[in-house]
């Protein structure tokens, strides 16, 4: 099951100082992030609860928008594992832009329906 949270990304400060808003989604020891094309100060951010303070005018907008997306890549996640479907990240990230795959596929190391091939032979 993926992990999924929302973060202020604080390693990148923007010009203006304000940090972009990502969800950082997490599956199988690999993490990628999600922008949400959204900046906030750091003061309007709370770390805890994951959205913005009521402090922010846009408050109310910016939750909902979180949430919408949050909500999204969650519910899709249930969806394949409740399919026992295989995905990684990579599929989460294409359902949140919007890019569905026609089939889900993981690629295996090594193809077992295939003879091992000696070694120096090609």
Not at 23 to 45: A, C, G, Q, V
Not at 52 to 71: C, D, E, F, G, T
Request: hydrophobic share 35%.
């Amino acid at each position: 099951m993926a992990t999924i949270r929302i973060i202020l990304d604080e390693r990148r400060p923007k010009h203006d100082s304000t940090f972009p808003l990502k969800l950082r989604i997490t599956h199988l020891r690999k993490t990628r992030h999600f922008s949400l094309e959204k900046s906030l100060l750091k003061s309007d951010w709370d770390f805890v609860k994951q959205q913005v303070k009521k402090a922010n005018p846009y408050h109310s907008q910016l939750n909902k928008l979180i949430r919408m997306y949050k909500l999204k890549a969650e519910n899709f996640v249930l969806k394949l594992d409740f399919d026992n479907e295989e995905y990684t990240v990579d599929h989460i990230l294409a359902h949140l832009n919007g890019i569905e795959p026609e089939v889900l596929e993981v690629t295996a190391p090594f193809d077992k329906t295939k003879p091992a091939c000696p070694l120096g032979a090609k």
